[in-house]
Every structure is written in structure tokens, then in C-alpha cells.
RNA sequence: GGAGAGGUGACCGAGUGGUCGAAGGUGCUUGACUGGAAAUCAAGUGUACGGGCAACCGUACCGAGGGUUCGAAUCCCUCCCUCUCCGCCA
């Protein structure tokens, strides 16, 4: 969420900053200048009423105390039609403050100044490759066909379970999954100096108003108690670890001392994937539940950029330790996400799709979502508490990480080597037909 | 799920209608004392918004929301959470 007094304060700016995004907030941010500016004249009214009838008050207090029954009774109605106007005021200005919150929590963050224009992901730059293709003395299969033929991957028994855009994994292919979690875990907290996390996978409302997965987002996520679709108290499934770990620090003051902090957890992340039934219908790349590792950073704001660097070389570590060749992209302005001031994609390359595919996404948040989950730190011992900055990044998506491995392993009799930093977790160096 | 107890500042804990942003203690910070430290003594020590160059002042906040009242941390209602016992369960 933006500060509204600084949307207020420099409305051109903003909004010449959010086009960048390609998308119009015109009136929205109108709407919020306008209603900031009665905020300020209602809450300096309210104040000044509350002050008078505390005053009354403390002398009708004094009253009592002399027991002057008569003289209380007298300044009675008068007292009840001051306090009455004091209620009013109040009513009003929480309606406004309800209503700047409101606007601005479906208002994406800005970019950062840095990342550069475009409107989709067309326009993304290539920040750096690694590695190169692998190249195959036959046509590569995708991860879908291979997996199905080694006995590892089953959708039509999980289409039997669930329906469409879930998958059953079997034998090595399960072990595979579980190698990925435990490799990526124990690269993070040994290596890179993460606090492995494990959160719960249902969240309130609350910590996705946090993230801002909601109130935008709804459509894409699963909702539980569906009988009782309106019930404040119901649960979600996390589409991403993002939503707990965040949300641990969520109304706390931090001591400058801890940062930054660094978090990681493996968890499943569930999506409806509303609208996007066209696309990526076979295979593991789009499925309503998949897991993931995810690297977390909570960062004092001149830091923040700084961490992003880090935190990417930390995502990209894993890719490298698995001999996957990826690139790094960064997201343009229209390709940004809601919350994000900037950002970076990790793309493995699929052999078979011929593609570069996202596998991570990186983002720094500034202060965006520390104001929305009310996540600060204290500068100076003494300091006035202050915003931090948030940001996270998948280390990696464990579904797309064992597509990746699949493919570009494949050998020509259609088995899979096992990549050399997997191979003691796997227990084997080869994936074959069982 | 049933019965009971409770949610107060960094922590413990007092406070059952008015002068309570909140006693007391612990912790922390600063000063005094000391060769230094401990102990002791003194002062300070929440967050947000508004005003002021500043000292500081005003307003709100005692789990959340609503109500009663001239006035609520204190009374009433609803919800959330924690603890104890029973039941059930992994």
C-alpha cells in the first residue's frame, strides 16, 4: 500500500509513476488527494471537540467528587449533545479513513526508477545467461511424455483424485520432489544464512491483505469453508510461502540489529489459476497445488536493493549447483508485480518447448508491504520506529525445478540423470523405467 | 465438543465508573558514587496522528468490534485468542 499523505502530496508524480505500469489510476488517486485533505480538516475538528468534552468531563468528575448532584444535573444535556457531536465526528472520520485504505489497497506499488519501461512481459530485459543449451542427438521429449514413460508422473490417476491441473508422483519421481526440498533447504540455511521456517499452510484474510494477494486477488485463491463463502473467520490455502513467513513479522518493531533478516521455508502452494485455463494444460508447469522453497528477506530501506542482488544470487545458486542453464530477466514496468517496486525472473530452458520458462521470481517491495502488515524496525536504539523493507523470491519452484531436470537430463533411451548435487539425496545417478 | 479461568506497557503485575497512558516491580538508558565493576541512589524509558524551530502541547489507543453513561481499562453484548480439566484425536 502507498502512504496516502505522500500520494496526496505528490499526486503527478505518482501518477506519472503508475503509467509507467500501463495502467490508469487517475481518479482512484484523485479520490485519495481529495479525501486525505478532509481527513486532515476532520480529524483536526474531532480533536478539538474531543479536548472540549474531556474538559467538561474532568469538571463534572470534580462535581462528583464535591457531590454536587445539582450541578451535574444541570450540565447533563448539555454534556450528552457535545458527546454526541464528538460521536458524529468520529463515525465520519473513521468512514474516510475506511475509505482512503479501501482505494489505496487496489493501487499497485510504484516502480523503482530503475527498472525499465515496457508494458509486458515481451519487453522484459536479459540481465545474464548461464550455462548453455544442452544439445541432443535426438528430438528431447517434454517432461510430460518422459515422466509418464519412466512410471514417475501420473496425471490421469490424479485427474481420478482431483480433477484437472494436479499430478501424482511416483517412485523416484517422489523422491526426486523430496531431494529438491531438502537440497534447496539445506543450501539456503547452510550456505546462505536462511532461518528455515516451517509455516502453516492456511492463513486468515488478514495476512493476505498483508502480501496484498487480497482484496485484488480473490479469484486465485482457494478459499476454505466453502459453505460459508462470507465468513470473515475463513481460512486460505497459501499460494505461496510469501503470505506466513512475511506475515511473521507482521505489527512488530524490530531492532535494527537483526537485519536483515533471512527466512526459508518449504511449503505447497495452491492456485486456482482463474483465467488461465488455455494455457499450459499438460504437464507439471501450471497445477493448482506444487511446492516451493522460498528465500525471504526483511531489510532496512537503504539496504533493499542491495538485497535484492543477494537475494537473487541466492535463488540462481541453486539452478547453478544443479547444472540447469537459465537466464535472468528483469521485469519492466508493465510487467511488475502488484506489490513489487522491482523485480527479477530466473528462466530455466526447456528443451523440449524450446523456451525459456520462469522458475523464480525475485522482488523487492520497499515499504509497500510493511505498511499494509505494519512490519517496522527501530533505526537508532531510541529511534522513532520506522518501515522496513520486504522482499522475497522463489529458491526455486520444486515443479518447474523437476521439469527442468527431466528434460534438460534426458538421455536418448528416455531415462533422466540425476544431477551430480542430487545424486546422494536420490540415491541413484539415473532415473530408468521401472 | 463440554465446564471453568483469563487477555493491561519490553516483561511480570495492580487497577470494578471520573483527576488512569495507566500503581508497583523487573529490564533497559543516562547521571551520581567507584581505580574499574557490582551494589546503591536519582532521573528517564510505548505507538500513531495533528500542532510547534524546539522544549513541549493536543487527540486516540488497556485482545477486536458494538452498546450503556455526562464520563469506560473498569458495566453489558458479540467475536477472537490463551490457559486448566473432561471428551475426542495425529
Not at 481529495?34 to 474538559?55: C, F, I, W
Not at 483424485?161 to 539445506?186: H, I, K, N, P, Y
Amino acid at each position: 500500500m502507498l502512504d496516502s499523505r505522500y500520494v496526496a502530496d505528490h499526486l503527478d508524480e505518482v501518477r506519472e509513476q503508475l503509467a509507467r505500469r500501463g495502467a490508469e489510476f487517475a481518479d482512484a488517486l484523485d479520490g485519495v488527494a481529495s479525501l486525505v485533505s478532509s481527513r486532515r480538516e476532520l480529524s483536526r475538528k474531532t480533536e478539538l471537540l474531543q479536548g472540549e468534552r474531556n474538559t467538561a468531563s474532568d469538571a463534572m468528575a470534580k462535581l462528583a467528587r464535591s457531590g454536587d448532584k445539582q450541578g451535574m444535573a444541570a450540565r447533563r444535556d448539555e454534556l450528552k449533545a457535545l458527546s454526541e457531536r464528538v460521536k458524529g465526528l468520529e463515525t465520519d472520520l473513521a468512514g474516510v479513513e475506511a475509505q482512503i485504505e479501501e482505494t489505496l489497497l487496489i493501487i499497485p506499488n510504484v516502480p523503482h526508477p530503475s527498472v525499465p519501461d515496457g508494458r509486458t512481459e515481451d519487453e522484459n530485459v536479459v540481465v545474464r545467461e548461464w550455462g548453455t543449451k544442452p544439445s541432443f542427438s535426438f528430438e528431447p521429449k517434454p517432461h510430460y511424455e518422459l515422466g509418464e514413460q519412466l512410471g514417475i508422473l501420473d496425471f490421469e490417476r490424479a485427474a481420478k483424485l482431483s480433477g484437472a491441473r494436479f499430478s501424482v508422483l511416483w517412485g523416484l519421481g517422489a523422491r526426486l520432489e523430496r531431494a529438491l526440498q531438502t537440497f534447496m533447504l539445506d543450501l539456503h540455511t547452510r550456505e546462505h544464512g536462511y532461518t528455515e521456517v516451517h509455516p502453516p499452510y492456511l492463513v486468515k484474510a488478514e495476512a493476505l491483505r498483508g502480501t496484498s494477494q487480497l482484496p485484488k486477488f480473490e479469484d486465485d485463491l482457494f478459499k476454505t469453508k466453502r459453505s460459508d463463502p462470507d465468513d470473515p473467520s475463513a481460512l486460505y490455502l497459501i499460494p505461496t510461502a510469501e503470505v506466513p513467513v512475511t506475515n511473521l513479522h507482521a505489527d512488530e518493531i524490530l531492532d535494527a540489529a537483526q537485519l536483515p533478516l533471512a527466512y526459508t521455508a518449504y511449503t505447497p502452494c495452491f492456485r486456482s489459476e482463474a483465467g488461465s485455463y488455455g494455457r499450459d494444460v499438460r504437464g507439471l508447469i501450471r497445477q493448482h497445488q506444487f511446492d516451493k522453497v522460498e528465500i525471504v528477506r526483511f531489510a532496512a530501506p537503504e539496504q533493499s536493493l542491495a538485497e535484492l542482488e543477494r537475494l537473487t544470487l541466492h535463488a540462481e545458486e541453486v539452478l547453478k549447483r544443479l547444472g540447469l542453464h537459465y537466464r535472468v530477466v528483469e521485469h519492466c514496468a508493465g510487467d511488475l508485480g502488484f506489490a513489487a517496486t522491482k523485480g527479477y525472473d530466473l528462466e530455466v530452458w526447456l528443451p523440449s518447448q524450446r523456451m525459456y520458462r520462469e522458475i523464480s521470481s525475485c522482488s523487492v517491495f520497499g515499504d509497500f508491504q510493511a505498511r499494509r502488515a505494519k512490519i517496522r524496525y527501530r533505526p537508532e536504539p531510541k529511534g522513532k520506529p520506522r518501515l522496513l523493507h520486504t522482499l522475497n523470491g522463489s529458491g526455486l519452484a520444486i515443479g518447474r525445478t523437476w521439469v527442468a531436470i527431466v528434460e534438460q537430463y534426458q538421455q536418448a533411451d528416455g531415462s533422466v540423470l540425476v544431477p551430480e548435487a542430487l545424486r546422494s539425496l536420490m540415491g541413484t545417478d539415473r532415473i530408468t523405467s521401472r
